[in-house]
């Protein structure tokens, strides 16, 4: 069973920096993509970063230049690098983690971590 677990998430002033990571519990090459994903109250679930199996990047304007999505294969997990941080970054970040097999797509989600960005 695929188990993602968010972490480092907390409070941070605007300007600051958070590492959010994320550990599975099989091996992340098993994936064709892991994503970030945040939600904030009243607002839709919205990518914030991709990484593909071959380490190909995508982001979308909102956090370009600002967060940082990488692997480390030897230890299943994938990190979210976040600089320059603004109070509309507050959200639930959500780990994502996608499988494509036989024509179907299995999606895999974290429990979820809160980074709250306020002075």
């Known amino acids: 069973q695929v188990q993602l677990v968010e972490s480092g998430g907390g409070l941070v002033q605007p300007g600051g920096s958070l590492r959010l990571s994320c550990a599975a519990s099989v091996s992340i090459f098993s994936f064709n993509d892991m994503n970030w994903y945040r939600q904030a109250p009243g607002k839709q679930r919205e990518l914030v970063a991709d990484?593909?199996?071959?380490?190909?990047?995508y982001y979308p304007a909102s956090v370009k230049g600002r967060f940082t999505i990488s692997r480390d294969n030897a230890k299943n997990t994938v990190y979210l690098q976040m600089n320059s941080l603004k109070p509309e970054d507050t959200a639930v970040y959500y780990c994502?983690?996608?499988?494509?097999?036989?024509?179907?797509?299995?999606?895999?989600w974290g429990q979820g971590t809160q980074v709250t960005v306020s002075s």
């Open positions: 990484i593909t199996r071959g380490s190909n990047t």
């Open positions: 994502n983690a996608v499988q494509l097999r036989d024509g179907a797509r299995n999606d895999y």
